[in-house]
């Protein structure tokens, strides 16, 4: 059973251009979580996604920053126009449930870094 | 607003020694998830804490969970320098979403 995949892990990008980044949650997981980490410092909440729902978008920027879970393919994080504040670790976790204290499981992350 | 303290930030000590990271909370809560992070890697699940006065242990750690006090402990027993990462402890709180709010991370670094 492979585990939440992520991809690119490694994302260059100038000022101003877009970056999509992408997770695949473990097979038979329906919820997603994405997660930012700047350097030095914990992870962050940013949304929380079941298949086609934005569930809680209480943790992203309000302008730029979107995100969504398809019916088929990745959950997608896109942040357009992007500035030297973005450059982070991005981390996507799958669970199996909602409600109740469903275990999380991360990916490897993306870390962005702009130019 | 969930806040989520460790401390200490960063502790080093020696092979062989015990010590304890706690991890305060500021609501009520009672799941509680104890992570390790290897550097440029991501997060490795250790124990899942769910009720007052869980004990959880897997080789020289230990953790447990006092949601009376919101207070949850991770104790290493003689470390060993394979133990070196840097731990985070997070809260989820809400029955149908599992947001977690993570505390800021104790960097530990075994000396020989």
């Known amino acids: 059973n492979a585990g939440v995949m992520q991809n690119p892990r490694h994302l260059v990008r100038r000022r101003g251009q877009e970056a999509r980044l992408r997770c695949s949650p473990m097979?038979?997981?329906?919820?997603v979580y994405w997660y930012r980490q700047l350097p030095e410092e914990g992870l962050k909440f940013m949304v929380y996604?079941?298949?086609?729902?934005?569930?809680?978008e209480s943790g992203m920027p309000k302008e730029r920053f979107s995100a969504e879970f398809p019916k088929e393919g990745p959950s997608i994080l896109r942040i357009q126009q992007v500035v030297r504040g973005d450059s982070a670790a991005y981390f996507c976790?799958?669970?199996?449930?909602?409600?109740?204290?469903?275990?999380?499981?991360f990916g490897p992350g993306t870390r962005l870094t702009v130019l | 607003e969930l806040k989520v303290e460790q401390n200490p930030l960063f502790l080093s000590m020696q092979e062989g020694k015990n010590y304890t990271i706690y991890c305060n909370y500021s609501?009520?809560?009672?799941?509680l998830y104890w992570y390790r992070q290897d550097p440029g890697k991501s997060l490795e699940s250790l124990f899942v804490?769910?009720?007052?006065?869980a004990v959880k242990q897997e080789g020289r750690l230990m953790a447990s969970l006092d949601t009376k006090a919101r207070l949850s402990t991770l104790h290493i027993t003689a470390a060993v320098h394979d133990l070196s990462a840097t731990y985070f402890c997070?809260?989820?709180?809400?029955?149908?979403?599992?947001?977690?709010?993570f505390g800021t991370g104790t960097r530990l670094t075994i000396i020989p």
């Open positions: 996604l079941q298949k086609e729902n934005i569930i809680d």
């Open positions: 997070a809260v989820g709180r809400d029955f149908g979403n599992e947001k977690l709010t």
């Open positions: 804490l769910l009720s007052n006065g």
């Open positions: 609501t009520t809560s009672d799941r």
């Open positions: 976790a799958s669970s199996h449930l909602a409600g109740g204290p469903n275990e999380q499981f």
């Open positions: 097979k038979g997981h329906s919820h």
